[in-house]
């Protein structure tokens, strides 16, 4: 190795803490990539911890700085500084690279002792080839430094059917990376996705969003209930496509009210809320055996109308026709083949959008419920008739998935259709890809089913060790790196990944950007 | 007009849109739209042709102007056909008059219709929805940005529109029609269809007039009313109105053969087709379900038939895609290529067959098979017409299978 590469050598430690002498002149940050070059082989390590080494006892480096300090001796220094004091770095090793094959291991042994290293460069990382069906993440990251040329590609089916969780605090680039994982989704149509878009911030109505992707026009939808866009769909569902147990687990009802709420379905099937809301209480007094019961009936409905009306906006015109503040809901015939629609779209492999930022928060859980459900019954369907392998993989991008899949929802209220998509929607290639500010509130058994977590920085302590306890890689020592991690850093930690990659996410704007200039311009149009 | 093949059909045909053409001119409309698929195919034959010239000078002679566009079946992307002939003429105004930029984007032109001022243009229907190439780039500030009483023609499924489960077919979003207009005629959706949304006040499709497939003679059985709109407006629209017209009567027989024997469903058809009255009548046959036994081809349809043909009915459709049999179901299979998947398929039905013919059965049958599918396939050569085309297939398929 060319002595000029040398970044410090192998002093001591044990397996999983390896203390390596920095060699002066450099500068090692918490995150770098170092590479320890054996017979035929590499080492990929990480520094994950760094401190100050040196020859001199502490007690005489104290007096020392006192009386430079104290003294005013200006000009005192060590003799042979870069040799008496140094740094020293903790490093774990990553994985173990076979230089013949390519193959890549788990590493089980130590590198040998007083083994100099290097930081990694792009030709370390070459296994990394991107293969077909895979989705782009960011680029490696030694430290802060950026290596452009190793690009980190996942592979989409496998991702995506075993879950994603993105544990991030705001500002740290989380709608970044979700916008440029969508970007890279529609690329292709081997993964559809439904995306919850509650700040109306992926379709780039007025900036730059999915929209100005190339494929944007066969492999993205988007839904808006105001004013959509050309091109784009209005976002209206039919009250119709409601079932009562699209409630379970989003919204609290008692016993009684979900009586009340089933006897209207088991009546009125379909139009079970409509009746509902136009039907006059008070008319219900004489129901039961005494004026008790008529009075419970009363209040029930009462109360079943006002959580109704305030979950979904719902308003009586003068002509007593049912509709929604926000222009979501609607109880004529418009709208009746949305969720149809939208689940036909993602199982064509498409990216649909909606924009529920209108929505309340009841409301846009209660639409993501319901095509949820009837994604994952198409997919059980389909796995029954034997078509699923020919289908593509489905995500549902949820954000504040605690809402959904919190411990608090999820042991107060029913299962819903998260949680058992959490659980079990991996046999049928649907997954979740979870966004979350609070991965301490999502049951264990859910965290652990989320096979691909990209954790961006995050300050709470008690959220680390959430995030650290369900990794599929080793991260224990990895507690101040992910602290430290500055916007758009990442580490992707995977069962699909041979192990804990540092990560940079870029700009959504450059890669929007970089991929516009091998557009090639439309000629003239000929109209019949 | 066009579609139907049967002659009684054909009189119907044009009976309703000769009412409609009255209506119009006792009416005394200030004009007609027609956005799109006024004929089945662009150049239909002549007995089609001449009547519906007959039709538009009618219109002509009473000062009526005719305003079309192109629809996905009688579009011609050279100019050359029926359309374009009564365009000639003048009896009728195609209004889409769209020029492109050298970046892609249609400028379209409106035309001022002369008694009203009523400013209209639109964009053809093409086949699959290509048409929606042209929206995404449609100029749609110089649109939008004109002043005045505007109509928009098109012709397309709109996905808003949309008011029954699991509508298939090509849709697009109303956000991609221009907004601004004050009305929208849409034609290519066969059922009355007038909806109103913020920033496109009235968009409406007319439906078709009698029956463009198959399956609107069995709506009409139902009870689906066919007709025209009529539209009253000054400053603003006032008013639109389905002006319905009667075409024929007609009578539905409808099996339902779930979990029934072949023989008794034989027995039911054979029963309600004797005392059905079907005297010039269009009568629909439909028989569905899954049968227990028996083969779908037991169920013997050519008999009802030639009772219900004898008994005076005008016309006879018969629907049975619907019928299938435990005894024999088509199960599916995959492979990498056409020719695989066609083989993979034929290998894992054939077992189920029980024939004395041997080479019909296993790998002879399969390949029998294959080749027929093959003759079936085959596409119609230039210069072929249709009935030589048919004729040719069924000689060239016998002889596949031997039969004289």
């Given at each position: ?45 990480q520094v994950f911890a760094l401190q100050y080494g040196s020859q001199i006892q502490d007690r005489m480096q104290q007096m020392m700085s006192g009386v ?329 991008v949820i954000e504040e998935a605690p809402r959904v899949i919190g411990e608090d929802v999820l042991t107060s209220k029913n299962d819903n259709i998260y ?110 | ?96 008059q769209a020029t492109s930029t050298d970046d892609g984007i249609i400028h379209l032109e409106f035309i001022t219709d002369k008694a009203t001022g009523v ?286």
């Open positions: 190795m060319d002595d000029g590469l040398v970044v410090g050598q192998v002093v001591g430690g044990k397996f999983g803490d390896i203390i390596i002498r920095q060699k002066s002149g450099t500068d090692l940050e918490i995150g770098d990539i170092i590479v320890s070059e054996e017979n035929g082989t590499y080492l990929v390590l430079n300090m104290e003294q005013g001796v200006v000009d005192a220094q060590f003799y042979e500084p870069e040799f008496v004091n140094y740094v020293l770095a903790r490093i774990k090793p990553l994985a173990r690279i076979y230089r013949e094959n390519g193959d890549v291991n788990i590493p089980k042994s130590l590198p040998p002792f007083f083994n100099k290293l290097r930081l990694i460069t792009n030709d370390d990382l070459s296994f990394l080839q991107k293969e077909d069906d895979q989705i782009f993440v960011g680029y490696i990251r030694s430290g802060s430094k950026v290596i452009k040329e190793a690009q980190v590609w996942l592979p989409a089916q496998d991702v995506f059917s075993h879950h994603v969780l993105i544990p991030a605090t705001t500002g740290r680039g989380k709608s970044n990376l979700v916008k440029t994982i969508l970007w890279h989704m529609l690329d292709t149509n081997k993964v559809g996705a439904l995306v919850l878009d509650a700040h109306d911030e992926y379709f780039g109505r007025n900036t730059l969003g999915l929209k100005d992707h190339p494929n944007a026009r066969s492999n993205l939808v988007y839904y808006s209930p105001s004013n959509p866009p050309a091109g784009a769909s209005r976002l209206t569902i039919n009250l119709q496509s409601i079932k009562p147990e699209h409630f379970e687990g989003i919204v609290d009802f008692s016993d009684a009210q979900i009586q009340a709420i089933m006897t209207a379905y088991r009546n009125k099937r379909a139009n079970w809320i409509t009746e509902m809301m136009l039907t006059d209480p008070t008319a219900l007094e004489m129901n039961g055996d005494s004026r008790r019961q008529g009075e419970t009936a009363v209040s029930t409905m009462m109360v079943v109308q006002r959580k109704l009306r305030l979950m979904l906006s719902l308003e009586k015109d003068e002509e007593g026709r049912i509709y929604s503040r926000h222009e979501v809901f609607e109880s004529t015939t418009r709208g009746i083949d949305t969720v149809n629609d939208i689940i036909q779209h993602i199982s064509d492999g498409r990216v649909v959008v909606l924009d529920t930022s209108r929505l309340g928060d009841v409301a846009e859980l209660l639409v993501g419920n319901i095509i949820a459900t009837g994604l994952l019954q198409k997919y059980k369907d389909a796995k029954t008739t034997g078509e699923l392998d020919r289908m593509p993989v489905a995500t549902i949680a058992t998509i959490a659980k079990e929607g991996r046999k049928f290639k649907v997954g979740l890809t979870a966004i979350t500010q609070l991965s301490s509130v999502i049951p264990k058994t859910i965290l652990a089913n989320m096979n691909t977590k990209i954790i961006l920085g995050n300050e709470m302590k008690q959220e680390r060790e959430a995030i650290i306890a369900s990794a599929s890689q080793d991260l224990s020592e990895d507690d101040k790196n992910i602290a430290s991690l500055d916007k758009g850093e990442a580490i992707i930690t995977s069962i699909f990944v041979p192990f804990a990659m540092p990560v940079k996410i870029p700009l959504f704007e450059d890669v929007v950007k970089s991929r516009q200039q091998y557009i090639t311009k439309p000629g003239k149009t000929r109209v019949f | 007009m066009g579609f139907q093949k049967q002659e009684a059909l054909q009189k119907i045909e044009r009976d309703v849109f000769s009412k409609i053409i009255n209506e119009c001119i006792s009416r005394k409309v200030d004009f007609v739209l027609m956005p799109g698929d006024i004929f089945h195919v662009n150049i239909p034959e002549m007995s089609v042709q001449k009547f519906a010239f007959s039709m538009f000078r009618k219109l002509y002679e009473e000062n009526i102007p005719v305003y079309v566009v192109y629809g996905s079946h009688d579009f011609s992307p050279v100019s050359n056909s029926v359309i374009d002939l009564l365009a000639e003429i003048g009896y009728i105004t195609k209004v889409t400013k209209i243009t639109g964009l053809a229907g093409l086949k699959v929805g290509k048409d929606r190439d042209w929206y995404e780039v449609l100029d749609r500030q110089s649109l939008e940005s004109e002043q005045g009483f505007k109509i928009f023609l098109f012709h397309g499924a709109i996905s808003d529109m949309k008011v029954e489960y699991g509508a298939s077919g090509d849709y697009m979003p109303l956000s991609l029609l221009p907004k601004k207009f004050a009305y929208y005629a849409g034609g290519h959706l066969h059922k009355f269809n007038h909806q109103k949304f913020s920033d496109y006040p009235h968009v409406v499709y007319p439906g078709t007039p009698f029956a463009g497939y198959h399956a609107d003679l069995e709506e009409n059985a139902k009870g689906q009313k066919r007709g025209f709109v009529m539209v009253e407006f000054e400053q603003t629209i006032r008013n639109v109105e389905f002006i319905p017209i009667t075409n024929t009567t007609y009578n539905i027989i409808e099996i339902d053969a779930d979990n029934r024997k072949s023989e008794s469903v034989n027995q039911e058809l054979q029963e309600k087709t004797t005392d059905s009255d079907s005297a010039e009548k269009i009568v629909i046959v439909k028989i569905r379900g899954e049968m227990t036994t028996g083969k779908t081809s037991d169920v013997n349809t050519s008999n009802v038939r030639d009772h219900l043909v004898k008994s005076g009915a005008l016309a006879v459709n018969i629907s049975r895609n619907s019928l299938t049999s435990k005894e024999y179901t088509i199960t599916g299979a995959t492979g990498n290529s056409r020719d695989e998947i066609e083989s993979n398929v034929f290998k894992e039905n054939v077992g189920q067959l029980r024939f004395s013919q041997k080479k019909l059965l296993n790998d002879e049958g399969v390949n029998l098979a294959k080749k027929l599918l093959r003759q079936l396939g085959q596409a119609q050569l230039v210069n072929e017409k249709k009935n030589e085309y048919l004729e040719r297939v069924k000689i060239e398929s016998l002889a596949t299978l031997e039969v004289d």
